[in-house]
Nanobody, 129 residues
Framework: QVHLAESGGGSVQAGGSLKLSCAAS????????????MAWFRQSPGKEREPVGT????????TYTESVKGRFTISHDDAKNTIFLQMNNLKPEDTAMYYC??????????????????WGQGTQVTVSL
């Protein structure tokens, strides 16, 4: 199994920062760690769930959607059981529920949400003016 749990969401003013965490665990994840692509998605009311970025567990290569480049950074912790989403210079349009996702494949850039079989429950990020 693969279990994902997000944390770190909250409310901030525009220009502020938040750091989200996604704790990954489970037998399937641990035993096949290098094979996984990890991703952050977000969804706001009335919009489709969209990819924020990905990190490949073996290469650690990251990819970001254009709107967050230069502001958001995805990384692993040292133990490689958590991925982070550091969000700087937040904008109101970043307001969304943020989800962590995992799939057993090379990331090769951004992926659609349907590609990922494992998901966390989400953490809310609200950015006010």
């Amino acid at each position: 199994q693969v279990h994902l749990a997000e944390s770190g969401g909250g409310s901030v003013q525009a220009g502020g920062s938040l750091k989200l965490s996604c704790a990954a665990s489970g037998y399937s994840y641990v035993t096949a760690y290098p094979l996984f692509c990890m991703a952050w998605f977000r969804q706001s009311p009335g919009k489709e769930r969209e990819p924020v970025g990905t990190i490949d567990n073996d290469s650690e290569e990251t990819t970001y959607t254009e709107s967050v480049k230069g502001r958001f950074t995805i990384s692993h912790d040292d133990a490689k059981n958590t991925i982070f989403l550091q969000m700087n210079n937040l904008k109101p349009e970043d307001t969304a529920m943020y989800y962590c996702a995992a799939g057993r494949f090379d990331c090769n850039g951004l992926r659609r949400s349907a590609a990922f079989p494992s998901w966390g429950q989400g953490t809310q990020v609200t950015v006010s003016l």
